[in-house]
């Protein structure tokens, strides 16, 4: 679909775009690559599975931090200088996972990395949503968040080769260093908060995002004050969506190169390729299903249809285990369908609100739901610890999956518009949202 935005230029989309998707790959891999550290851990610290499940999901509790105040500092401050100090402070952190000695300081700095990581998400989608207008959001959010599929990519392989020939200190070490010598250089030159101070926007790019942006304005409902967030029931419905989701996306990412081990009796160099390859399946049904949201706008099906196929090949990749290609292409499909929602879910969680608010709002979101990230892994690990399968843990994260899609499907108003979100929608479907 060709829009009017692709014909006054796409600078925003090959300048922008890019360096937001490298910087959250980089913090997206220094918060998963304990998923290959897990076995070194474990021996060194001596840490049971569902202790090593706890050390993966404590960083989502420091996650909550700075979740809506980061959000806010984006609106009202600066996204750019937000999230430049927290670059800084999530690489100091990164670091510091390569020094642990006990099992406490292991908790400690995956806590405090969590914390400094809080807020940068819903920095950019604030960064996204003053550069992108309503018609191209998801899209914008689609690409951007295909960081996790690529993170993921670059991480396993790296993290299996760099575990052939060193250990899981050295893994955080190498891995720890990449904010300063990539994320944060990047950042600082590229980034500019609003179209109005990027030099590097042609005067019609500019005046079409300001212009469509204004319109979109306009239509949303009146600024009532961030006590509006808190009582809007859509945005609660998107946080209970958005909790089930990572409980069973985070259960099944932080554990998949375990079960790839399982399956294969693979190596580590092996089991780190083989990780990648659901990740590169993902990043093409995000870019697909984001794109069909963008043309339909009805984000709600869009959600469920990807998460019910993630449920459904997730359990069935672990009952076929014995037939290891078979299961690892149903692997494929499942992570796919886990993270293909994300697009259109996060367009519609722009939408929820008031411009002014949407920052909050998608930190409330953000911050709330990320505690799925803490409960799947360590789930994930006591089942495994209580059944010595995988099966059980498949079955819990999978509900979690379906009961997310099902929970979407109940968003109406603004936040999950239909076809007539193309035209003005009045001011009674607009306070309908709430």
């Known amino acids: 679909m060709t829009t009017a935005g692709t014909t006054v230029g796409r600078t925003r989309w090959v300048r922008l775009i890019p360096v937001a998707v490298i910087v959250y790959v980089i913090s997206y891999m220094d918060r998963t690559n304990?998923?290959?550290a897990f076995s070194g851990?474990?021996?060194d610290l001596h840490l049971d599975k569902a202790q090593q499940g706890l050390a993966g999901g404590v960083f989502f509790l420091g996650y909550l931090v700075l979740q809506i105040p980061g959000g806010h500092l984006a609106e009202r401050w600066s996204a750019k200088k937000f999230v430049t100090i927290m670059i800084v402070a999530w690489g100091v952190f990164a670091l510091l996972s390569g020094m642990v000695q006990s099992f406490g300081q292991l908790l400690v700095v995956r806590l405090l990395l969590g914390v400094a990581e809080g807020g940068i998400w819903p920095a950019i989608l604030v960064l996204i949503s003053h550069w992108f207008p309503r018609e191209e959001?998801?899209?914008?959010?689609?690409?951007?968040?295909?960081?996790?599929p690529i993170s993921s990519i670059i991480t396993a392989p790296l993290s299996g080769w760099i575990l052939s020939f060193s250990d899981w200190r050295a893994l955080f070490f190498i891995q720890g260093a990449l904010p300063f010598v990539i994320a944060l250089p990047l950042w600082l030159l590229l980034v500019k908060d609003r179209p109005s101070q990027a030099s590097w926007v042609s005067p019609a790019e500019r005046d079409w995002i300001e212009s469509s942006l204004a319109e979109d304005e306009r239509d949303a409902p009146p600024f009532a004050g961030y006590g509006q967030v808190f009582r809007s029931s859509v945005v609660w419905r998107l946080v209970l969506v958005y909790f089930l989701v990572q409980v069973g996306f985070y259960g099944l990412t932080l554990w998949l190169p375990t079960l790839l081990k399982?399956?294969?009796?693979?190596?580590?160099?092996l089991v780190g390729w083989l990780t990648a390859i659901p990740y590169v399946v993902a990043a093409v049904a995000m870019y697909l299903n984001a794109r069909a949201a963008d043309r339909n706008r009805r984000y709600g099906l869009h959600v469920l249809g990807s998460l019910a196929i993630g449920a459904v090949t997730l359990v069935a990749s672990v009952a076929l285990g014995s037939l290891a290609a078979l299961s690892i292409a149903l692997i494929c499909v499942a992570m796919a369908g886990a993270l293909a929602y994300d697009g259109p879910f996060w367009a519609s969680a722009s939408l929820a609100v008031p411009v002014t608010l949407a920052g909050g709002a998608m930190g409330l979101v953000n911050a709330l739901g990320n505690l799925g990230g803490f409960v799947g892994p360590y789930v994930g690990g006591y089942l495994q610890d209580v059944s010595g399968s995988f099966l059980s843990t498949s079955v819990v994260l999978a509900i979690a999956l379906l009961l997310g899609g099902l929970v979407m499907i109940t968003i109406r108003g603004r936040a999950n518009p239909g076809p007539t979100a193309v035209e003005p929608e009045?001011?009674?479907a607009a306070g309908g949202s709430s």
């Not at 399982?262 to 160099?269: D, F, I, L, V, W």
């Open 262 to 269: 399982a399956t294969t009796g693979g190596n580590s160099t």
């Open 426 to 428: 009045p001011a009674s």
């Open 41 to 43: 851990l474990g021996q």
């Open 34 to 36: 304990i998923s290959f």
């Open 137 to 148: 959001r998801a899209r914008a959010f689609g690409v951007w968040m295909m960081n996790i």
